[in-house]
Each structure stands twice: as structure tokens, then as C-alpha cells.
């Protein structure tokens, strides 16, 4: 069974929703520095599987996408 498989039928724990979390709002702020000038998209995941988190592929570019809405604002 693939991991994306076993995070959809398993929801992520208390850790690993805190990890996200994490990870989008570093993501969101070093973008709002400047600091970001690559994919969202592609930072994000290289992000989250840094700190040991595989979501899939649509759950990262609906959260990519909400940073992005959200630093445009």
C-alpha cells in the first residue's frame, strides 16, 4: 500500500497536522519576504517531506493554492 494511499484511509495525527500547519505558515511568510521565488507548489512538498510528511498530490496544491491566495491579498 502507498503511503498516499495510507494517509488518505489513516487521517494524519495531531503531530502531523501541526507539522503542515508549520510548514504552510513558513512557507507563507518566507514568500511574503521575498525569500520564495520558486514553485509553490514544489517548495511545499519539498517542505513537508523534509519533515516527514506525504500528502497527496491534490492536498498540496490546495494548500499551495491558499498561500498563494492568501499572499496576494
Avoid: C, Y
Amino acid at each position: 500500500m502507498s503511503a498516499d494511499r495510507e494517509l488518505s484511509e489513516n487521517p494524519p495525527g495531531a503531530d502531523e497536522v501541526d507539522a503542515v500547519e508549520r510548514v504552510v505558515e513558513e512557507v507563507r511568510d518566507e514568500i511574503r519576504h521575498g525569500h520564495v521565488e520558486d514553485d509553490v507548489t514544489h517548495v511545499l512538498e519539498e517542505r513537508l517531506h523534509e519533515v516527514g510528511v506525504d500528502l497527496r498530490p491534490e492536498r498540496i496544491d490546495d494548500l499551495a493554492e491558499d498561500i498563494e491566495n492568501d499572499v496576494s491579498t
